[in-house]
Antibody, heavy 120, light 111 residues
Framework: QVQLQESGPGLVKPSQTLSLTCTVSGGSISSGGYYWSWIRQHPGKGLEWIGYIYYSGSTYYNPSLKSRVTISVDTSKNQFSLKLSSVTAADTAVYYC????????????WGQGTLVTVSS | QSALTQPASVSGSPGQSITISCTGTSSDVGGYNYVSWYQQHPGKAPKLMIYDVSNRPSGVSNRFSGSKSGNTASLTISGLQAEDEADYYCSSYTSSSTLEVFGGGTKLTVL
């Protein structure tokens, strides 16, 4: 059973870069077959796909965030990370890491989510 | 504004059935059988309930079922139970550069 756990600062100042890491257990990122994703949920709102990465480093980003997003993978630590630059209050959200098989169009494993607040 | 349209809320009494709709376009819901549904309790991560329009993952009650007609997908919950009270989100693959889209969510209240 794959488990995902987000970690990172819960408070980020405006204009700075939001950085989060997702640690994967119960499975190996480098074994392939999965996309490793970031999804966010604004307070009281719906879900928004941010992007995902394959173990090889190939990335796919939501066009609306692409200019500010970088997702990277560290297979040696079995982790993948999110960086979102030039944040504003509109980036305040619960950030989830999740995974889906490359041959599937649904997420079967999710982290518990972490709230990131953008405020000075 | 979410790409897929869901009603903001639905309600039903224990034992009843309810249906939640999810309307998209021919570029997403209508064009592919890749609609999924997630249940989210307050403060919890989403949980996959239905995938590929009408398939249930192992462990999900058969009280949950999914269907699709044209550009609208539906989630039906029969025999409502108090534990079903939660937010429900639909999602679909899309041929647009966004790749995947979610609905705005529907709050289910069990009266």
């Amino acid at each position: 059973q794959v488990q995902l756990q987000e970690s990172g600062p819960g408070l980020v100042k405006p204009s700075q870069t939001l950085s989060l890491t997702c640690t994967v257990s119960g499975g190996s990122i480098s074994s392939g077959g999965y996309y490793w994703s970031w999804i966010r949920q604004h307070p009281g709102k719906g879900l928004e796909w941010i992007g995902y990465i394959y173990y090889s480093g190939s990335t796919y980003y939501n066009p609306s965030l692409k200019s500010r997003v970088t997702i990277s993978v560290d297979t040696s630590k079995n982790q993948f990370s999110l960086k979102l630059s030039s944040v504003t209050a509109a980036d305040t959200a619960v950030y989830y890491c999740a995974s889906k098989m490359v041959t599937r169009q649904y997420y079967d494993y999710w982290g518990q989510g972490t709230l990131v607040t953008v405020s000075s | 504004q979410s790409a897929l349209t869901q009603p903001a809320s639905v309600s039903g009494s224990p034992g009843q059935s309810i249906t939640i709709s999810c309307t998209g376009t021919s570029s997403d819901v209508g064009g592919y059988n890749y609609v999924s549904w997630y249940q989210q309790h307050p403060g919890k991560a989403p949980k996959l309930m239905i995938y590929d329009v009408s398939n249930r993952p192992s462990g999900v009650s058969n009280r949950f079922s999914g269907s699709k007609s044209g550009n609208t997908a539906s989630l039906t919950i029969s025999g409502l139970q108090a534990e079903d009270e939660a937010d429900y989100y639909c999602s679909s693959y899309t041929s647009s550069s966004t790749l995947e889209v979610f609905g705005g969510g529907t709050k289910l209240t069990v009266l």
